[in-house]
């Protein structure tokens, strides 16, 4: 099992930026695929970013390519997301995943979830 905790969301105003962390505990982390989600009201959980075991590798959602960056420290078991030029629309509890195998956007192909942070942008 592996256990995910997410920190730094928050309230923020248009144009600024916010930086999430999240901290895995549990089985080898530098296995996993992690990856980024987001869930506004009302609506399904999007994906956000993905990055692969060694960081070599990184995908987005077309909603925040060139604003959002996914990146990871495997010696502290921790990936992030820094996010900049933030829209009202980014306005979401923020989730993230590990997957053992495999690449994508499918939230139904990560196997662990943390328990998400918030996200408020005020326009």
């Known amino acids: 099992q592996v256990q995910l905790v997410e920190s730094g969301g928050g309230l923020v105003q248009a144009g600024g930026s916010l930086r999430l962390s999240c901290a895995a505990s549990g089985r080898t982390f530098s296995a996993h695929v992690m990856g980024w989600f987001r869930q506004a009201p009302e609506r399904g959980r999007e994906f956000v970013a993905a990055i692969t075991q060694r960081g070599d590798n990184t995908y987005y959602a077309y909603s925040v390519k060139c604003r959002f960056t996914i990146s990871r420290d495997n010696a502290k078991s921790t990936v992030y997301l820094q996010m900049n030029s933030l829209k009202s629309e980014d306005t979401a509890v923020y989730y993230c995943?590990?997957?053992?195998?495999?690449?994508?956007?499918?939230?139904?192909?990560?196997?662990?979830w943390g328990q998400g942070t918030q996200v408020t942008v005020s326009s």
């Open positions: 995943a590990g997957r053992t195998s495999g690449w994508g956007d499918d939230p139904n192909r990560y196997h662990y």
